[in-house]
């Protein structure tokens, strides 16, 4: 199997999913969990990585070895399909079967807001780079774009320094 640095190969089986991250056709770290992961994203630090799947989880890893940090429930009804998050790496949002965008702080794991407007499963979801607004798509195929101030304007004085 060739890996790049850049490429996440997802291996999937009915009881657990697999993520290579690799460096140079070898593979340097692998993280193990018990479901089909459908996404995965680097926290800008580069320390830790997010993945989401069928669990409905949103867990933690450190990039380094591996190992699970935590995990928080990111959803009540069904798997997580989509994630981002923003450059600064204080928030982070989810999408998926439930239908809803979930924005999230990162240090904490604390849902913050919920955005809802898709009649369809959200299968892809992004962060603008300025963190103004957020853009999803659902399988009905409607594009949504949120306003992202608007959606973390409850938390700001929330937020600890």
Known sequence: MHVTFSARIILRSATFSLVFLGRRYTRF??????TLFK?????????QILTSGTDRKVAY???FNGQLCRHIYGSHEGGINALDITDD?????TGGDERV???WRYHD???VATGRGHSGTITSLRISKDRRIICSVSVDGAILQWDFAALIAQDIGNVPK
């Open 61 to 63: 890893w450190e990039a």
């Open 29 to 34: 770290q692998m993280v193990i969990a018990n």
């Open 101 to 103: 965008i979930k924005v």
């Open 89 to 93: 790496g204080k928030y982070f949002v």
């Open 39 to 47: 996404c995965v994203v680097f926290h800008p630090s580069g320390c």
């Open 109 to 111: 794991g604390r849902h």
